[in-house]
Structure formats: C-alpha cells, structure tokens
C-alpha cells in the first residue's frame, strides 16, 4: 500500500505533465509483482519515466502541498513513529515549529534536515558572512521581525532578493517573506543557527570580523563616485549607536544612501584623514581639509570636515565643482519682466555693488557665475577672491582663498585693488573690512560683486550698514540687492493638480476665488524622483533695485519695514513669496516647498496682480 505523501509527489508529477497516469498504472502493476519493497517513485525513476531533478523541481514547484514531517519519512531521514511523537508535541505547544521540536527531541541531526532540504530537494544551501549580506535588502524589516519569521534576506540575485529560510515548507515564513518582498525570490535554505547569528551580528553589529583596508578605499570611492553622478553637493558619513549611515543631499535635501557596520567606522575616518590631509591621529578635536578626486577624466575637488561627536567624527564632504555648467543668465529662472531690468538697470550699469544674498545652499554661486558670464568680455578685466573657486572660468581671473597658509580674505582683497580691474569679484562679504573694500571699490568706479548672508534684499543693506558702512555710502554705492532661494520643481513625470487647502489659504492670507483661476500641481512620486515627487530646483528671486526714493529711504536711516514699503510702491519690487507664488501658480513648484524654503513678510499681492507686474 503506498501512503498519502507518495500518492501526493505523484499527483504533483502528473499535473506538472512530467508524467502520464500511463506510466504510473505501469509503474504500479510491476510493484504488485516485485517481493522487495521498492518505493513507486523509485520505480518510475527505475523505469526512466522521471528523473531524479525532475522530482526535485516537482517538490520544490509544489512545496506547499507537502508537509515537512512526511517528506523527511518519505526520504527516509525519520520513521513514522517519531513523527507521530513529534506531531503530539507540536499540539501541546502549536506556536512550535516542527522542525524544532525534531531537532530539539534528537529525533534529526539539523545536517539531516538541510540536507533533505537541499541535496534531496535542491533548495540552495547557503552560509553567507555577515558582510555579504544586501544592507538596504535587510533595511525592509526590523531585526525582530525577521527573527519572529525566521528568515533572512540575504542579497539579490539576477536581481531576484534570495532569501534563506530554515523551513521553506512553513507557511508563515513564506507568507512573510512575500509581504515585504513580492513573490519574486529566490528560495534558499541555511540552518537555524546560521540565521540566528547572523541576525545577532546584524543587531549588534559584529566584532569579530575583520575589513580589510582596500575593500575600505574602495568604499570610499565608490561613495563618492555614486554622489558624483547623481549631482549631490554634500555626502554626509554619521556614526550612530549600532551602524554609519551615509546620506547625500540633492536638490537641497539629504537623501539616504547606504547604512555600514560599525567596524568600518574607524578605517573610513583614517582613509578620508588621508585623502583629505587631515592629521589621523588627532580624534578629539575638529578638523577640516581638502580633497582633489579624479573620476571620469575630470577632477572634482572637495572639502572635507570632521566633528567630533559622541560615537566618532562625522565626516561631512562638499563636492565643490559639481556645477555641471555655468546657466546662461537667461535661463537662471527670472520671469521675463524682471530679467529685462536685472540686465539693463544692473548688469550693464558701469559701476556699483550688486549683492546676491540668501542662506546656505540658496543658489547664490550659481547666480554670481551666471552674472560673470554674462559681463565678461575682451575688453575688460575680472578678477576674483573666493572661498573657495568652485568652478574655473575662461578669461577670468580667479584666485582661491586659502586661511591655512594665510592667503586670507583681508590680504587678497589688498591686492585686488591694484591689480587695475574693471570688475571685482568678492565671493562673500563676511567682516567690516570686506565690506569696505566692495564699497570703496565701488566708489572708484569699479564694477563689484559679491555674496551675503541675509533673510531677503531689505535685509542685505541693513545689514551692510550694520557693518560700519556709512548709509550714504550704501545709498550711493549699491545697485541692487537680488535676494534668492532655490526650490525644489514638481517633476513632471508624476504631478498631479493640487487643489490649496484652507490652510494653505490662510497661510497665504488668500481666499478661494483668489487662487482659483490657476492650477497648481504636486508629484505624486515616481522611480523617475526617486518617490520624491521633486526633480530638479528653481530659483525664486527678490530683486530691490536702489532708485531714487529707495535711496532717500536709506539716507534718511528709514526702518527696514519703511524701506520695503518705499521699495514695492516705487521700485515694483516683488517679494521672494510673491515669485514663488507665481511660480507655483504656473505648476513649476508646489505650496509646500514655498513654506518650507520662503519667508513671509508681508501679505502678497493676488496672483493677476503678481502676473502684471512679471510681464506674464
Ligand atoms: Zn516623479
């Protein structure tokens, strides 16, 4: 009599048409007249009706249908008794699985059971070290749950997550393992004590082993050639408790990339001291340095800086000249109205201070270059002092500013002077001195730009003469002051319309018939932004030209509050939130990013108002 788990494997055989009921009827009729007891299946086998692959792949196709406990009698590895004992264990204790109890009751060695698993079944066998395992994989779940489970994800193969289970028979497991990962993996099998180490070393980080010290250069490379090609300004590498995570910031938001054990802290750190000419044996104290990188045929340099925090340095590296290209002054993102007067009333004016002004990261450099651009010519002669140079200009003198061996701010602008430019090229005014230079300069005919650290344009000449600078210096000296954000553009793969809620409403001192007239938009998000719903920024623009009552304002030391009034009655000064809403109105940005990036001081104007003054 044949018993339930051969009748099973057969039905499987058939509906996998790797066998007819032909063939098994034959099969059947020579076990009745053969004495020894030989298993139907091996008879098949015998007969060449199925091979022994075949049965494996029929198995594992089907594993659902079987239960473990048969299939390790069918096999051979135990006998129906201590089956029978063991599944009477099981009941007392449902919430143990029975390969446990098999194990546990030394009813099977575990090697009896994984070699059932692989070996009979073919199931892959793997023992994978701790660093071969897919970190980001692994990220999809906590520690517990996979613990809970019982299986671990270890990495992709042909681009399939292979996942080892120490019982891919158990329908938990499986089920798990298709929630977090879809039912496209690969199936492997590794030993209960495998899984668990693995995921204790994956917890507490391992100790024991080792990473050797190239495959960390390699790393770093790696690292900063992926930040590199996906246009990052900033890598950041952060020590935490139990791991390193390295996250890139793009398109002004950090981004994660990687997550590393904790081992490899203490190398990273040397290996970028190194590169980077930082002093490696110093650990208590801050550090800066530079780094000169060549990828791709191009050398990228980047500044480094090292701060020492509570579970070792976080190491910080600005990619410097990752400007893929210097914008073309028109396509800096003013609307066209402005970009007239921008042009006429201060680019091709012959002297004067014209400030870019605005926080870290708001675009100004990109601005500035743009500006030199379109200034240079034969004729004349430009000349900078930046800190540092981050993208080299043809015809253009540019000299880089470097405090350790004492090429200061102070000291480099004392020889601008006499250098007979017609253009000065201040990369930021960041003390009274630097100040003065630009306005003196500026005074003696000469044509100055330069960078501030300010809210918004009003802010940029209070600020001026808070530093020393008499007002009607300012008042005669400056031309204008274009302050500046960048933010983030709705890609355009995945935006969807976007209705402004009541809050959004109130926020912007709308009402509903105020904004309905326009369509704004939000992505969704997509592969394309990285499920961001951002791809690519704009820069949104305040630009205070210093006309006569402008001036006056100043003169007279009118409050900043006064200024900006005399400036949007006289001047048709448009705030950065007036831009910006302008720009969310035509669908390029969202409302969101505007709260996020803009400063509101004062109630905008209503779009159609906003659109006269832009000249669309
Ligand atoms: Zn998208």
């Not at 008499?470 to 954000?485: G, K, N, Y």
Request: charged residues 25%; aromatic residues 6%.
């Amino acid at each position: 009599m044949e018993n339930d788990i051969t009748d099973q494997i057969i039905s499987c055989l058939i509906k996998d048409n790797l066998i007819t009921d032909k063939q098994v009827q034959h099969a059947q009729k020579i076990k009745s007249k053969i004495v020894s007891s030989k298993r139907l299946i091996d008879i098949l086998k015998d007969l060449k009706y199925v091979s022994e692959e075949q049965i494996k792949t029929a198995l594992t196709h089907n594993k659902h249908t079987f239960k473990i406990g048969d299939l390790l009698v069918e096999f051979g590895y135990l006998t129906h008794e201590k089956l029978e004992a063991a599944l009477k264990l099981q009941k007392t204790n449902k919430d143990q699985r029975l390969g446990d109890i098999l194990i546990e009751q030394k009813f099977l060695a575990e090697d009896d059971f994984l070699d059932l698993l692989s070996i009979q079944l073919g199931f892959p066998h793997v023992e994978p070290d701790v660093q071969e395992i897919d970190k980001e994989l692994i990220s999809k779940a906590s520690i517990k749950w996979y613990r809970h489970h019982n299986i671990l994800p270890m990495y992709l193969q042909e681009g399939k997550p292979l996942i080892a289970f120490s019982d891919p028979f158990s329908k938990d497991s499986s089920i798990a393992a298709k929630k977090i990962f879809g039912s496209d993996f690969v199936t492997a099998v590794a030993s209960q004590n495998v899984i668990s180490s693995l995921l204790n070393k994956l917890e507490h980080g391992s100790k024991t082993n080792i990473i050797k010290e190239d495959s960390v250069q390699a790393i770093v490379d790696s690292i900063i050639q992926s930040a590199i090609l996906e246009e990052t300004s900033d890598i950041h590498f952060e020590p935490f408790k139990n791991k390193l995570t390295v996250r890139f910031r793009q398109d002004g938001i950090l981004i994660h990339y990687k997550d590393y054990p904790l081992e490899i802290i203490p190398m990273l750190t040397s290996r970028l001291k190194i590169m980077s000419g930082a002093n490696i044996a110093e650990k208590r104290l801050h550090q800066g340095g530079r780094i000169s990188f060549d990828f791709n045929g191009t050398e990228y340099d980047l500044r480094a800086s090292f701060y020492v925090s509570v579970f070792g340095e976080k190491i910080v590296l600005r990619i410097l000249n990752n400007v893929s290209e210097i914008i073309n002054i028109n396509k800096i993102g003013m609307q066209p109205k402005l970009m007239d007067r921008f042009l006429q009333d201060v680019l091709d004016t012959p002297s004067g201070v014209i400030l870019v002004t605005g926080p870290t990261g708001s675009g100004k450099t990109t601005t500035v270059y743009s500006c030199i651009n379109h200034i240079k010519k034969p004729e004349i002669s430009i000349i900078t002092a930046e800190e540092p140079v981050e993208y080299i200009m043809n015809d253009v003198i540019q000299c880089s500013i470097n405090p350790n061996i004492n090429l200061t701010y102070e000291e480099t602008l004392r020889h601008v002077v006499r250098q007979d430019p017609d253009v000065i090229v201040i990369g930021e005014i960041r003390d009274s001195y630097s100040a003065d230079v630009a306005v003196h300069a500026a005074l003696t005919g000469h044509k100055v730009l330069t960078s501030f650290h300010t809210e918004d344009s009003i802010g940029g000449l209070i600020r001026l003469m808070n530093m020393d600078i008499e007002a009607f210096l300012v008042s005669s000296t400056v031309v204008c002051v274009l302050a500046q954000r960048l933010l983030r553009k709705v890609c355009d793969k995945c935006a969807r319309p976007y209705n402004l809620t009541p809050t959004d409403l109130y926020r912007l001192e709308y009402k509903p018939p105020d904004v309905s007239a326009y369509q704004f938009v939000k992505g969704k998000g997509c592969s394309h932004c990285r499920y961001t719903g951002y791809k690519g920024r704009i820069a949104v623009f305040e630009m205070l030209i210093l006309n006569e009552f402008v001036r006056d304002a100043i003169l007279t030391q009118k409050s900043s509050y006064e200024i900006r009034k005399v400036s949007i009655e006289t001047s048709g000064l448009l705030t950065l939130l007036e831009d910006a809403i302008h720009k969310a109105s035509l669908g390029i940005t969202t409302i969101e990013e505007i709260f996020r990036c803009v400063p509101k001081l004062l109630k905008p104007r209503s779009i159609s108002e906003i659109k006269r003054l832009q000249g669309n």
